[in-house]
T-cell receptor, first 110, second 115 residues
Framework: RKEVEQDPGPFNVPEGATVAFNCTYS??????FFWYRQDCRKEPKLLMS???SGNEDGRFTAQLNRASQYISLLIRDSKLSDSATYLC???????????FGTGTLLAVQP | DAGVIQSPRHEVTEMGQEVTLRCKPI?????LFWYRQTMMRGLELLIY????????DSGMPEDRFSAKMPNASFSTLKIQPSEPRDSAVYFC?????????????FGPGTRLTVL
């Protein structure tokens, strides 16, 4: 089983739509969770961290369910500029390592 | 502020040749990471350093791969001899314990093609 699993997509949605991505992780000792964004042929960049209580940053909401080892990202009112690959990232236990999912591709259509 | 700098940006070589990828982390960062990204396997951690010391090289695929960090501002990833299956984008990233969320900052990557 992969340490971090994501639906690869692609998710094709119209502008203004709400879209949700899900991710599961296998290491129950993981303490920190993130979503990174990667534009086509660019490097990954931190989008937001994920807190147990859930957190929101503008149109983006991240949630964590430790019992189910499940992380989600919700994007409301999708923009064309949201088109990218979204990487679910889990800190690997007691180390400083980040384990990346293979990413979910989002294409927002005009 | 300069971000993470990688060179070369693109490398095309023939099977059997030695390849050296270079990375300059963000000044003041004490962690440096080397990743490889392919369509099939996504982003894989190869090795990481803390204060120039290799901490975990369990992701290095085989003995053909080696990495060094002779000082806080420079690291190399070497492949010798290279094989077509090494074709990928290689990213270097750096981070600091002082950064919120231990955020990792990635360089632009080196796109390696081995013919």
């Amino acid at each position: 089983r992969k340490e971090v699993e994501q639906d690869p997509g692609p998710f094709n949605v119209p502008e203004g739509a709400t879209v949700a991505f899900n991710c599961t992780y296998s290491n129950s000792a993981s303490q920190s969770f993130f979503w990174y964004r990667q534009d086509c042929r660019k490097e990954p960049k931190l989008l937001m961290s994920v807190y147990s209580s859930g957190n929101e940053d503008g149109r983006f909401t991240a949630q964590l369910n430790r019992a189910s080892q499940y992380i989600s990202l919700l994007i409301r009112d999708s923009k064309l500029s949201d088109s990218a690959t979204y990487l679910c990232v889990v800190e690997g236990g007691a180390t400083n390592k980040l384990i990346f999912g293979t990413g979910t591709l989002l294409a927002v259509q005009p | 502020d300069a971000g993470v700098i990688q060179s070369p940006r693109h490398e095309v070589t023939e099977m059997g040749q030695e390849v050296t990828l270079r990375c300059k982390p963000i000044s003041g960062h004490d962690y440096l990471f080397w990743y490889r990204q392919t369509m099939m396997r996504g982003l894989e951690l190869l090795i990481y350093f803390n204060n120039n010391v290799p901490i975990d090289d369990s992701g290095m695929p085989e003995d053909r791969f080696s990495a060094k960090m002779p000082n806080a501002s420079f690291s190399t990833l070497k492949i010798q001899p290279s094989e077509p299956r090494d074709s990928a984008v290689y990213f270097c990233a750096s981070s600091s314990r002082d950064q919120p969320y231990n955020e990792q900052f990635f360089g632009p990557g080196t796109r390696l093609t081995v013919l």
